[in-house]
T-cell receptor
Framework: DAKTTQPPSMDCAEGRAANLPCNHS???????VYWYRQIHSQGPQYIIH???NNETNEMASLIITEDRKSSTLILPHATLRDTAVYYC????????????FGAGTQVVVTP | EADIYQTPRYLVIGTGKKITLECSQT?????MYWYQQDPGMELHLIHY???????EKGDLSSESTVSRIRTEHFPLTLESARPSHTSQYLC??????????FGPGTRLTVL
């Protein structure tokens, strides 16, 4: 599975958009980009995933570059409850493998 | 909201005791997982299952064992608990497209 690189931490003001980058330069053609987050002491929560087109759901938007070597998760209006560790994971969608969680990005939303 | 449950949520137990951590899901998912996570540290996969009667060891070596007799049930057992087993244990199940849903976790303390 392709390896991902994320910044260790970032701050965001409440009400502003949070843009979380992820590099995955070795991604292969059939690998999807998944985003999860983990709020302190809770189990991780699935956010969104995509292959090459941009995706949007009620939680976030996912922008994938045309060469698919990087992506950005956008939280459009960050709230204090969005403070969490965010994980970017690359994986084949329809495979029996497991997800490899790395260190992620610690996002702190401040008032 | 995902229907995946873990019991107990908290467990404090003495060294040498046998314990079983329960995990159940009502979504009919074939794939299930057990992760171990120490405070502030990364998630590590310790066991996973592709379906009934299928179990595999994960990336992190663990003295625990698992069983998968029914699709909805994936218990984890420690035959003889030790202080080094103190950690949070997270159970998850996933759709065919690897959208993983996590339970609330069991925080285990071995004295």
């Amino acid at each position: 599975d392709a390896k991902t690189t994320q910044p260790p931490s970032m701050d965001c003001a409440e009400g502003r958009a949070a843009n979380l980058p992820c590099n995955h330069s070795t991604i292969s053609g059939n690998e999807y980009v998944y985003w999860y987050r983990q709020i302190h002491s809770q189990g991780p929560q699935y956010i969104i995933h995509g292959l090459k087109n941009n995706e949007t759901n009620e939680m976030a938007s996912l922008i994938i570059t045309e060469d698919r070597k990087s992506s950005t998760l956008i939280l459009p209006h960050a709230t204090l409850r969005d403070t969490a560790v965010y994980y970017c994971i690359v994986k084949e969608a329809d495979s029996w493998g497991k997800l490899q969680f790395g260190a992620g990005t610690q996002v702190v939303v401040t008032p | 909201e995902a229907d995946i449950y873990q019991t107990p949520r908290y467990l404090v137990i003495g060294t040498g005791k046998k314990i079983t951590l329960e995990c159940s899901q009502t979504m009919g998912h074939d794939k299930m997982y057990w992760y171990q996570q120490d405070p502030g540290m990364e998630l590590h996969l310790i066991h996973y299952s592709y379906g009934v009667n299928s179990t595999e060891k994960g990336d992190l070596s663990s003295e625990s064992t698992v069983s998968r007799i029914r699709t909805e049930h994936f218990p984890l057992t420690l035959e003889s608990a030790r202080p080094s087993h103190t950690s949070q244990y997270l159970c998850a199940s996933s759709t065919r497209l690897n959208e993983q849903f996590f339970g609330p976790g069991t925080r285990l303390t071995v004295l």
